[in-house]
Nanobody
Framework: QVQLAESGGGSVQAGGSLRLSCAAS????????MGWFRQAPGKEREFVAG????????AYADSVKGRFIISRDNAKNTVSLQMNSLKPEDTAVYYC?????????????????WGQGTQVTVSS
């Protein structure tokens, strides 16, 4: 059974940076695409970033493009999200997700396993 555990959330002022990490258990990580999603209060869970199985391909939501960077370390079974130039509208619970396929998906329905989430709060 795959388990995902996010860390690195917290509170930061607008313009600041945070780095989220997600540690994955199980033997499938290096053959799985990974994604980061977020959910703000009263809103749907939305795609933030995705990365394919070997890190060779990535995708970002328009709202974070140029500010966030997704990366992975298959030797350590981790995926990270570097978040720079944070804005109050980035405030949400951030989730990492694993997809049992080589390529990432944009839809949350494309992912098979989810972490519990980590809160990110950006104040103005």
């Amino acid at each position: 059974q795959v388990q995902l555990a996010e860390s690195g959330g917290g509170s930061v002022q607008a313009g600041g940076s945070l780095r989220l990490s997600c540690a994955a258990s199980g033997r499938t990580f290096s053959n799985s695409a990974m994604g980061w999603f977020r959910q703000a209060p009263g809103k749907e869970r939305e795609f933030v970033a995705g990365i394919n199985y070997n890190g060779g391909s990535t995708a970002y939501a328009d709202s974070v493009k140029g500010r966030f960077i997704i990366s992975r370390d298959n030797a350590k079974n981790t995926v990270s999200l570097q978040m720079n130039s944070l804005k109050p509208e980035d405030t949400a619970v951030y989730y990492c997700a694993e997809r049992r396929a080589l390529g990432y998906a944009i839809s949350r329905n494309g992912y098979d396993y989810w972490g519990q989430g980590t809160q990110v709060t950006v104040s103005s």
